[in-house]
């Protein structure tokens, strides 16, 4: 059974950086596409980031050139760095898991992140 922990939220200033961690365990991490995604009050949970076992990467295109996910596949590891971010940004971001051959997810349990001065 996959599990994923999340951590690294908290408030930040518009233009500074924060970074999450997502860790990985239960099963073979390299078999997994692994994603961000984060949902708003009163909005839908969306796609930010997602990186396939390979390292090739995709984007929601309004954190593109301000986010980068990345993967530690020795560590277990997801990445999300957030550098200049907006108070748009605001959100629950969660950890996802996508199984490459039977296309399973999981989920993390969320962490805030909130971008005020």
């Known amino acids: 059974q996959v599990q994923l922990a999340e951590s690294g939220g908290g408030t930040v200033q518009p233009g500074g950086s924060l970074r999450l961690s997502c860790v990985f365990w239960g099963e073979r991490f390299s078999l997994y596409f692994m994603g961000w995604y984060r949902q708003a009050p009163g909005q839908q949970r969306e796609l930010v980031a997602r990186?396939?076992?390979?390292?090739?990467?995709g984007y929601e295109d309004s954190v593109k050139g301000r986010f980068t996910i990345s993967r530690d596949n020795a560590k277990g590891t997801v990445y999300l760095q957030m550098n200049n971010p907006t108070p748009d940004d605001t959100a629950v971001y969660y950890c996802?898991?996508?199984?490459?051959?039977?296309?399973?997810?999981?989920w993390g349990q969320g962490t805030q992140v909130t971008v005020s001065s």
């Open positions: 996802n898991a996508q199984n490459m051959r039977s296309g399973i997810e999981y």
């Open positions: 990186i396939t076992p390979g390292g090739s990467t």
